[in-house]
């Protein structure tokens, strides 16, 4: 250093300096995949135990990040420390990381600073950005590994987290929705104790249960969500019943078929034209408190609906229209690309468990979402438990005539947000159904166009 | 001024019986704006201490209820075995106490050189902090992440403090505030031969103590309050702080206990509440020194 750095110096070294930053921030996303998981692992049969590395039968710590919060958190935690006792070569710890648009955000910047988990739990609406990126890893050959039998797995949940063939997500924490509605005022009515089988038969009881003083509705017979509050996806289930849908698995958007007009213009109709339907921004409230008598809700709400509502709860399938229809939803685990093939082995253990017949007994019991396993619906222990709760046993038998939802609101980012917002429109402000869903088109489309790019891009490299 | 004049001119022409009359409505008047005003404010206050004395069930129930049915402190002792608050308090305090003394330290110094140095370019300086004012904190996220990540500085408190210690806001706040201050004072405090360390300490900020009260307060609660950036720079529950605390209370997918979460609500508002009802006289006194010179 003989000579002092000039200031023109300094400032093209501040520039090279923020130039590197900025590009590894840039291409952060995708260099993890170039992890190689292919080291050789002696085949293990064992159902939990993970295949170990090395030989030095030391443990394996591994951090997995999840939405998990309040009863969900504590259900959790319980399941990591059951995981960590009952083996001696895997320490999970569970870091709680706020909504699952606050894990999303953080796996995001994580991924940039390469500072990941080893497990991650992803939202249905999540998951796909990260296959984009290539930032979660291929799990097939770690499953087999770990000995995890995917046949025993409910198909409808498992094949959404599966592309060109591979498993990327695995079902952990899922839901459908499900129509609750008012026993106490049912039978006030009048009405035969179980859920509408279809539109139109709800369409003749909807007067009976509407109450009004003077020209306000004091108590509606239905009640939406805004988008805020996922609407998109109750909706999903109800543009199938009317033989519609949002698009084509190749990101075709279809919401200008007729039957995807019509589905919503009959969403419209109920608070517009037939007058019978409200709008809220929190539908378990209004159900609770009286405000309105039935809706379409997640059956991850069951259990805290049946504990807060001061009358009977009836569950029911959803109403049909030409068809049954109902979506998935909820969130998986997977398994972030770029750690060693130990730390990943680890994590497939952890899931092996999380996810296992008995696992999944005493997840679903203690949360109230779906057993993802075939042999777990059957097992004499969930069975008592349906004994004692036979509207989770609705709600469960409601999922073999799910399917997987549209690529438009799940796979096209923040397309749930966009056919919400469209939903409201049409709902709330009266607008045409038409217009509002040829706006919805072309955003759909705007967001798609790099989606598609990226799928071409890994095509061609595959 | 001119409204003064007008207002001088008016006067004489009413009757004083008018006067009086008009004068009384402008009193009920701003008696009725400001019952309005408290209600605007103290009624969410108000609910939320009713609410975390009510059971689940009572919270759900329309028509509400305005005072509890059967007051419990089960929300409370929910609240704070649901997740470790005690811990979150400690390292609230800590974050939240050591990240003020940095801002207020460097609001104070830099303000005192923008207002008081010479020095070329000064207001281009003050432009780039004005500028620094205009980001919106959502963008610095992921720079911070990746920068603080590669300091190896994740899961720790300096993690949590360093990046939004320096705020433009801070400074610009004390730099208009030490503007209006009087030449005269600190030209006498220069011709008794004070230096700068000295006029800052004996002269700028007992006369500047409600704009720096203020401003410690603006920077308290802040940080006490801020969620999104220790949610994310830490992983252990052990370093979390309070509001992540009130997140884990809420369900992501269900019907929320609104009891328990309003309990862990009060958790973090009380300390910051106390600290204001303390802090406020001296706002109140810094004024009234402040106008000594008339």
Redesign the interface.
């Given at each position: 250093m003989d000579k002092q750095i000039t200031r023109r110096e300094f400032l093209r070294g501040l520039a090279a300096g923020s130039g590197v930053a900025l590009l590894a921030a840039c291409g952060g996303g995708a260099t993890p995949a170039a992890q190689d998981t292919s080291t050789p692992v002696p085949p293990d049969g064992a159902t939990t135990a993970p295949a170990q590395v090395g030989g030095t039968g030391s443990t394996v710590n591994i951090t997995y990040w999840g939405s998990f919060s309040d009863v969900l958190g504590e259900a959790e935690q319980a399941m990591v420390n059951a995981f960590n006792t009952a083996q001696q070569d895997v320490v999970v710890e569970y870091q709680y990381q706020g909504s699952y648009e606050d894990t999303a955000q953080k796996f995001t910047a994580a991924l940039q600073a390469q500072a990941i988990p080893d497990v991650i739990l992803l939202s249905d609406v999540w998951w796909f950005k990260f296959y984009l990126a290539q930032a979660i890893a291929p799990l097939d050959d770690l499953a087999a590994q770990a000995g995890v039998d995917f046949s025993d797995y409910q198909p409808v949940l498992l094949n959404e987290g599966v592309r060109d063939g591979v498993h990327y997500w695995i079902p952990f924490a899922r839901s459908t929705p499900l129509f609750y509605y008012n026993k106490d005022i049912w039978a006030e009515v009048g009405l035969p104790d179980r859920a509408p089988r279809t539109w139109d038969e709800f369409g003749e009881w909807a007067p009976q249960l509407v109450q009004r003083s003077g020209n306000t509705m004091t108590r509606a017979a239905y009640v939406h969500p805004g988008a805020a509050s996922y609407i998109a996806w109750l909706f999903q289930g109800v543009i199938w019943q009317f033989g519609g849908r949002y698009s084509t698995p190749e990101f075709e958007i279809t919401l200008n078929e007729p039957d995807s007009i019509r589905a919503a213009q009959f969403f419209s109709d109920t608070v517009n034209n037939y007058g019978w339907a409200m709008h809220s921004t929190d539908i378990n409230r209004e159900f609770i408190g009286g405000q309105a008598v039935s809706m379409m809700a997640s059956t991850g709400a069951l259990a805290g609906i049946q504990r807060n509502a001061p009358f009977a709860v009836g569950v029911g399938f959803l109403p049909e229209e030409r068809t049954f229809g109902c979506p998935t939803g909820g969130a998986g685990l997977a398994i972030p690309a770029g750690a060693s093939a130990e730390k990943q082995q680890a994590a497939m253990a952890f899931i092996a468990f999380a996810t296992s017949t008995d696992g999944t007994i005493t997840w679903s019991q203690s949360t109230g979402y779906m057993p993802v396993r075939i042999s777990a619906v059957n097992d004499p222990k969930m069975q008592a438990f349906f004994e004692e709760n036979p509207n989770f046993r609705t709600a469960v038998e409601q999922l073999p005539k799910t399917r997987a939802q549209d690529a438009a609101r799940v796979f096209i980012p923040n397309g749930d947000q966009i056919i919400g917002r469209g939903l409201e429109r049409i709902v709330i402000n009266r607008e045409n159904v038409e217009r509002v869903w040829q706006d919805v088109t072309v955003e759909l489309e705007e967001g798609a166009a790099p989606v598609l790019e990226d799928l071409e891009a890994l095509r061609a490299r595959a | 001024m001119a409204l003064t004049d007008d207002v001088v001119i008016v006067r004489p022409q009413t009757t004083m019986a008018s006067w009086r009359r008009r004068s009384l409505l402008w009193q009920v008047a701003g008696y009725l704006a400001m019952a309005f005003v408290v209600l605007m404010i103290g009624m969410p206050v108000y609910w939320t201490v009713v609410a975390s004395f009510k059971e689940?069930?009572e919270i759900?129930?329309?028509p509400p209820t305005w005072w509890p049915e059967a007051p419990t402190l089960a929300n409370y002792m929910r609240a704070w075995n649901?997740a470790p608050f005690g811990r979150y308090y400690i390292n609230s305090l800590i974050t939240t106490t050591s990240s003020t003394a940095i801002k207020v330290v460097f609001a104070v110094f830099s303000a005192y050189a923008l207002v008081f140095l010479r020095f070329p370019r000064k207001n281009l300086v003050f432009l780039f902090l004005l500028a620094a004012l205009m980001v919106p904190r959502e963008i610095t996220?992921?720079?911070n992440?990746?920068?603080?990540?590669?300091l190896g500085w994740?899961n720790t408190y300096q993690g949590i403090i360093i990046p939004g210690a320096a705020v433009a806001y801070g400074t610009f706040l004390l730099r208009q505030y030490f503007r209006t201050l009087p030449q005269e004072v600190l030209e006498a405090a220069r011709v008794d031969g004070a230096g700068h360390v000295r006029i800052l300490w004996s002269v700028v900020l007992p006369m500047s103590q409600p704009a720096v009260v203020t401003m410690t307060l603006l920077a308290l609660v802040d940080k006490w309050n801020d969620f999104?950036w220790p949610?994310?720079i830490t992983?252990?529950?052990d370093m979390r702080v309070l509001p992540?605390g009130i997140?884990?209370?809420?369900?992501?997918?269900?019907?929320?206990?609104w009891g328990?979460v309003m309990a862990g609500t009060l958790f973090v508002m009380l300390p910051m509440l106390l600290i204001f009802l303390w802090a406020q006289r001296y706002i109140v006194e810094g004024i009234a020194s402040g106008a000594v010179k008339g």
């Amino acid at each position: 250093m003989d000579k002092q750095i000039t200031r023109r110096e300094f400032l093209r070294g501040l520039a090279a300096g923020s130039g590197v930053a900025l590009l590894a921030a840039c291409g952060g996303g995708a260099t993890p995949a170039a992890q190689d998981t292919s080291t050789p692992v002696p085949p293990d049969g064992a159902t939990t135990a993970p295949a170990q590395v090395g030989g030095t039968g030391s443990t394996v710590n591994i951090t997995y990040w999840g939405s998990f919060s309040d009863v969900l958190g504590e259900a959790e935690q319980a399941m990591v420390n059951a995981f960590n006792t009952a083996q001696q070569d895997v320490v999970v710890e569970y870091q709680y990381q706020g909504s699952y648009e606050d894990t999303a955000q953080k796996f995001t910047a994580a991924l940039q600073a390469q500072a990941i988990p080893d497990v991650i739990l992803l939202s249905d609406v999540w998951w796909f950005k990260f296959y984009l990126a290539q930032a979660i890893a291929p799990l097939d050959d770690l499953a087999a590994q770990a000995g995890v039998d995917f046949s025993d797995y409910q198909p409808v949940l498992l094949n959404e987290g599966v592309r060109d063939g591979v498993h990327y997500w695995i079902p952990f924490a899922r839901s459908t929705p499900l129509f609750y509605y008012n026993k106490d005022i049912w039978a006030e009515v009048g009405l035969p104790d179980r859920a509408p089988r279809t539109w139109d038969e709800f369409g003749e009881w909807a007067p009976q249960l509407v109450q009004r003083s003077g020209n306000t509705m004091t108590r509606a017979a239905y009640v939406h969500p805004g988008a805020a509050s996922y609407i998109a996806w109750l909706f999903q289930g109800v543009i199938w019943q009317f033989g519609g849908r949002y698009s084509t698995p190749e990101f075709e958007i279809t919401l200008n078929e007729p039957d995807s007009i019509r589905a919503a213009q009959f969403f419209s109709d109920t608070v517009n034209n037939y007058g019978w339907a409200m709008h809220s921004t929190d539908i378990n409230r209004e159900f609770i408190g009286g405000q309105a008598v039935s809706m379409m809700a997640s059956t991850g709400a069951l259990a805290g609906i049946q504990r807060n509502a001061p009358f009977a709860v009836g569950v029911g399938f959803l109403p049909e229209e030409r068809t049954f229809g109902c979506p998935t939803g909820g969130a998986g685990l997977a398994i972030p690309a770029g750690a060693s093939a130990e730390k990943q082995q680890a994590a497939m253990a952890f899931i092996a468990f999380a996810t296992s017949t008995d696992g999944t007994i005493t997840w679903s019991q203690s949360t109230g979402y779906m057993p993802v396993r075939i042999s777990a619906v059957n097992d004499p222990k969930m069975q008592a438990f349906f004994e004692e709760n036979p509207n989770f046993r609705t709600a469960v038998e409601q999922l073999p005539k799910t399917r997987a939802q549209d690529a438009a609101r799940v796979f096209i980012p923040n397309g749930d947000q966009i056919i919400g917002r469209g939903l409201e429109r049409i709902v709330i402000n009266r607008e045409n159904v038409e217009r509002v869903w040829q706006d919805v088109t072309v955003e759909l489309e705007e967001g798609a166009a790099p989606v598609l790019e990226d799928l071409e891009a890994l095509r061609a490299r595959a | 001024m001119a409204l003064t004049d007008d207002v001088v001119i008016v006067r004489p022409q009413t009757t004083m019986a008018s006067w009086r009359r008009r004068s009384l409505l402008w009193q009920v008047a701003g008696y009725l704006a400001m019952a309005f005003v408290v209600l605007m404010i103290g009624m969410p206050v108000y609910w939320t201490v009713v609410a975390s004395f009510k059971e689940s069930r009572e919270i759900y129930t329309i028509p509400p209820t305005w005072w509890p049915e059967a007051p419990t402190l089960a929300n409370y002792m929910r609240a704070w075995n649901a997740a470790p608050f005690g811990r979150y308090y400690i390292n609230s305090l800590i974050t939240t106490t050591s990240s003020t003394a940095i801002k207020v330290v460097f609001a104070v110094f830099s303000a005192y050189a923008l207002v008081f140095l010479r020095f070329p370019r000064k207001n281009l300086v003050f432009l780039f902090l004005l500028a620094a004012l205009m980001v919106p904190r959502e963008i610095t996220i992921i720079p911070n992440y990746i920068t603080v990540a590669r300091l190896g500085w994740i899961n720790t408190y300096q993690g949590i403090i360093i990046p939004g210690a320096a705020v433009a806001y801070g400074t610009f706040l004390l730099r208009q505030y030490f503007r209006t201050l009087p030449q005269e004072v600190l030209e006498a405090a220069r011709v008794d031969g004070a230096g700068h360390v000295r006029i800052l300490w004996s002269v700028v900020l007992p006369m500047s103590q409600p704009a720096v009260v203020t401003m410690t307060l603006l920077a308290l609660v802040d940080k006490w309050n801020d969620f999104l950036w220790p949610l994310i720079i830490t992983n252990t529950a052990d370093m979390r702080v309070l509001p992540i605390g009130i997140f884990w209370l809420l369900d992501q997918e269900g019907v929320i206990n609104w009891g328990v979460v309003m309990a862990g609500t009060l958790f973090v508002m009380l300390p910051m509440l106390l600290i204001f009802l303390w802090a406020q006289r001296y706002i109140v006194e810094g004024i009234a020194s402040g106008a000594v010179k008339g």
